[in-house]
């Protein structure tokens, strides 16, 4: 038995390292079917407006990211009629810490926003950079 320990510990090591290597199919998401910029020089942005230019110019480039950028304010805010939905009314009459978002309306008022049929009219404030898509062209 102390024969085939080693041997069964190196090819569960061996499976291992392969199904982890192992992809089906091609990336999806942000900036996926781009050309990359090959061996160019690459590129530090040091804020959102440079990076948001870099990812949206035609050149080439190789973008390196070494730090968080937090969007969060570069497109202003809006405030506008929203709704706090019956269950999230009822979460919080609970007193438990549930803290829940209220709901920005869709076109046709609180009749035609789920969940707000029921609902109590608030005022909802949000930051425009979760509304504003970010170009992302092909280099």
Same mark, same amino acid.
């Given at each position: 038995?102390?024969? !085939? ?15 982890? =290597? !192992?992809?089906? +199919?091609? =990336?999806?998401?942000? &900036? ?7 061996? &160019? ?7 959102? &407006? ?7 110019? =035609? ?33 919080? &009459? ?13 076109? +046709? ?19 425009? =950079? ?10």
């Amino acid at each position: 038995m102390k024969f !085939f320990r080693p041997i069964l510990v190196a090819v569960v090591a061996l499976i291992v390292q392969t199904t982890e =290597a !192992f992809t089906v +199919g091609s =990336a999806t998401g942000l &900036a996926a079917g781009t050309t990359g910029g090959g061996n &160019a020089t690459p590129v530090y942005p040091t804020t959102t &407006a440079q990076l948001v230019a870099y990812l949206k110019d =035609a050149v080439p480039r190789v973008i390196v990211l070494n730090k968080t950028f937090d969007f969060r304010g570069t497109e202003g805010t809006t405030t506008e009629a929203g709704c706090r939905p019956d269950y999230t009314r009822e979460c919080i &009459a609970k007193n438990n810490g549930y803290k829940s978002q209220d709901v920005i309306l869709q076109s +046709g008022g609180m009749s035609n926003t789920g969940g707000c049929s029921g609902g109590t009219s608030v005022t909802v404030k949000y930051d425009n =950079a979760a509304i504003t898509p970010m170009t992302v062209t092909s280099n």
